[in-house]
């Protein structure tokens, strides 16, 4: 009987030892996972009414290898990226005058251009919201900003040898940039 009870305490140590390791994603549920290695990663964040789920999805890739490399948990603005990732692409729409995409969508490659360019902000500094505002709206934006440079590309014929015109493309993108961020 003692024999009988000592192998039943084991077995009981060894299972709630072994279960401890397991981990469910909701209260209550069913299901139980074994974490293998837990990665470090920043909260996940909404893009909101936007087409830039490229820059947060780009740059969380950057944010979690600030984190492997040890130098800390870091929320950069995907915002400061769309902003002058929009004025590269407006560059690009103009010198191939009109001929090229213009519009919210991007791509991975495009986070280290923004950055060897202009630099990196982290989130505190630049929100690229509209004061008072609490979500990314980008419609009217993308409007207006679509409007501008089809307007600018008229005159495009001019853009390699006028540079009045890039900075025209720059005057008319900080006006509407201060207006929505």
Known sequence: MKKILFIAAIASTFTAV??????????????KFKVLKDIEATEVQSQGRTGTCWSFSSLSFFESEIIRLNNGKHNLSEMFIARNA??????????????????PGGAFHDIPWVIRRYGIVPEEVYKGLNYGDTVHRH???????????????????????????????????????????
């Open 18 to 31: 072994s279960q401890s390791n397991f981990e469910t994603n909701k209260e209550g549920s069913e299901y």
């Open 86 to 103: 929009y004025i590269g692409k407006a560059e690009n729409y103009l010198r191939m005058y009109g001929t090229f995409t213009f519009g």
């Open 139 to 181: 419609a009217e934006m993308e409007a207006i900003l679509g409007a501008t440079v089809k307007e600018l590309a008229k005159k495009a014929t001019k853009w390699n040898t006028d540079p009045s015109l890039e900075k025209s493309l720059h005057r008319h993108s900080r006006c509407i940039f201060r207006r929505f961020a």
